[in-house]
């Protein structure tokens, strides 16, 4: 499943939480809505270094439960309930490793 294209998801506001329709209120409490500015950031965050800030967000966020549970049942992509997801999968950092 490929992520649909802005249009198709109708984004049109400053925010995803705007115009993406979901079940309950629980947006109306997304920590992401103090930060219109930024919701680029967690629809089009590919990797971890584009996902730092989205997630340090999310981090404080009383709805992440419900917001994962969402991005997941769209098959989304990009930074959900403080998670990072790729076609709705949450990924994960690689353990570090040191060279030897
Ligand atoms: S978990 Fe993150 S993306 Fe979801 S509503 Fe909260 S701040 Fe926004």
Known sequence: MTRPTREQIGFAASTIWFTIPAPGSWTEDGECRRHPGYADLFTDAQSFEQADLPLTI??????????????QSLRADGVWGGELLKHGSVQRRLPYRRAS
């Open 58 to 71: 999310c981090a404080d966020c009383p709805v992440a439960v419900q917001c994962l549970a969402y991005g």
